[in-house]
């Protein structure tokens, strides 16, 4: 049984960091492509940043050059580093993982998420 379990939100000042891990259990992480999202109250999923099988990496907009993903095969745990983090940022953070190693497929496994909350 695929599970992906998210882990590392909490509450943060504005222009602190925090380290979410995402982990996996009955699929070996080093095959698939995972990605990270989030959504707030009220508004849509917003696509973050992938990390390709290859260890090539995409990010939004809305993250690039604060957000940092990562993998670590050997944990079979993908990271995702947040600096820098604003108010906006606050939602709910899930990952994704997509088999075949492609950011651009379809991601068939997702873990429920973990509350990110920026606020002084």
């Known amino acids: 049984q695929v599970q992906l379990v998210e882990s590392g939100g909490g509450l943060v000042q504005p222009g602190g960091s925090l380290r979410l891990s995402c982990a996996a259990s009955g699929i070996t992480l080093d095959y698939y492509a995972v990605a990270w999202f989030r959504q707030a109250p009220g508004k849509e999923r917003e696509g973050l940043s992938c990390?390709?099988?290859?260890?090539?990496?995409y990010y939004g907009d809305s993250v690039k050059g604060r957000f940092t993903v990562a993998r670590d095969n050997a944990e079979n745990t993908v990271y995702l580093q947040m600096n820098s983090l604003k108010p906006e940022d606050t939602a709910v953070y899930f990952c994704a993982a997509a088999a075949g190693g492609n950011c651009k497929t379809e991601f068939g496994s997702w873990g429920p998420g973990t509350q990110v909350t920026v606020s002084s």
């Open positions: 990390i390709y099988s290859d260890g090539n990496t």
